[in-house]
């Protein structure tokens, strides 16, 4: 499974932010890992320059083999706390496909 870094100029610290990505998103979604082609992040920072209290977004899009792709994104005070809730509702989605395509 390849992963896809994708920021805007506000997020910062993007080679070991990428490698923090790849290592938490390689273990969170590791039980799809051969049902997935790729995962592309991206993130942002939705207000720029002026804070806010849910300023930073991670958009989350898992390409699975054959299939369209599934997407889920989260806004948070922070990158990691993004990343965070973005991935927790991919996890769920993809549950819920391969669930109801195992059914079938």
């Known amino acids: 499974m390849l992963v896809q870094l994708n920021t805007d100029r ?5 080679e070991a932010l990428a490698q923090e ?3 938490t998103l390689s273990e969170a979604l590791d039980r799809f890992s051969d049902r997935i ?4 992040v991206h993130l942002s920072d ?3 320059h002026k804070g806010g209290d849910a300023d930073k977004r991670c958009v989350l899009e898992a390409r699975p083999k054959g299939r369209e792709p599934i997407s889920a994104s989260h806004q948070a005070p922070s990158v990691d706390l993004a990343m965070s809730g973005a991935t927790e509702k991919l ?3 993809l549950d819920s496909t391969f669930g109801k395509l ?3």
Request: hydrophobic letters at 30%; charged letters at 45%.
């Open 10 to 14: 506000h997020v910062e610290g993007r």
């Open 21 to 23: 990505i790849e290592a």
């Open 37 to 40: 082609t790729r995962v592309e």
């Open 46 to 48: 939705v207000n720029s």
């Open 91 to 93: 996890k769920r989605a």
């Open 102 to 104: 195992d059914q079938r």
